[in-house]
């Protein structure tokens, strides 16, 4: 079964470091991106970045660009969020999420297939 | 940046009734738009790529049209695991981005 694993429900001070993690299972990890996702509290979705297991190429959504990072380990196949420094509006839930592609009408395209259970994080 | 807008904000439907749903975006995307169902609680779920090719698993009742810059995802006869909140999320490829439209709920009547 594919599935994306995530950490637990976090609880934290303005100003603190926080990593969360999404571990993959039964795919190849390192051949797909994988998305995070920021949902505040009633809200919609907001994507935070993308990153590419294989070589760690990460891109960033502009807006969140300063203020998180994603990494890999790939020998187990993980993914992390990180924040240096929170703000109370980080609070939110942040899902991974991971892209696949299909190959329809001579073209490519793409859409987040597997997600994993969101993590809740809560600054304040 | 594309931006995604979704209309309308809530949807109020019947059981059983037909809900159509809009997204819009700022510049010419092709076909490259795909819509997720959110239902409470949960994260969401994959139902459309490529504008209008359901994925495997999904019911018929749920179709996805348009291309450019205009789309419309239409669930016939609803039913009540259909209530929820519907995204429509535009993809690029060089390099990787996606955008999310705002969403739409839709409730019982």
Redesign the interface.
């Known amino acids: 079964d594919v599935q994306l694993v995530q950490s637990g429900a976090e609880v934290k001070k303005p100003g603190e470091s926080l990593k969360i993690s999404c571990q993959a299972s039964g795919y190849n990890f390192r051949t797909y991106w994988l998305a995070w996702v920021r949902q505040m509290p009633g809200k919609g979705l907001e994507w935070v970045g993308l990153i590419y297991p294989d070589d760690s190429d990460a891109i960033y959504s502009p807006s969140f660009q300063d203020h998180v990072a994603m990494s890999v380990d790939k020998s187990g196949r993980t993914t992390y969020l990180q924040w240096s420094s929170l703000r109370a509006s980080d609070t939110a839930i942040y899902y991974c999420a991971r892209r696949n592609y299909y190959y329809h009408s001579g073209g490519r395209h793409y859409g987040m297939d597997v997600w994993g259970q969101g993590t809740t994080v809560i600054v304040s | 940046?594309i931006v995604m807008t979704q209309s309308p904000g809530t949807l109020s439907v019947s059981p059983g009734e037909r809900a159509t749903l809009s997204c819009r975006a700022s510049q010419n995307i092709?076909?490259?738009l795909?819509w997720?169902q959110?239902r409470p609680g949960q994260?969401?779920?994959?139902l459309?790529?490529?504008a209008s090719?359901r994925?495997i698993g999904v019911p018929v009742r749920f179709s996805g049209s348009g291309s450019g810059t205009e789309f419309t995802l239409t669930i016939t006869s609803l039913q009540s695991e259909d209530y929820g909140?519907y995204?429509c999320?535009q993809?690029e490829?060089r390099?990787?981005?996606?955008?999310?439209?705002?969403?739409t709920k839709v409730e019982v009547k």
């Open positions: 940046e092709g076909s490259n795909a997720y959110q994260p969401p779920r994959l459309i790529y490529g090719t994925v909140f995204y999320q993809y490829n390099p990787p981005a996606l955008t999310f439209g705002g969403g």
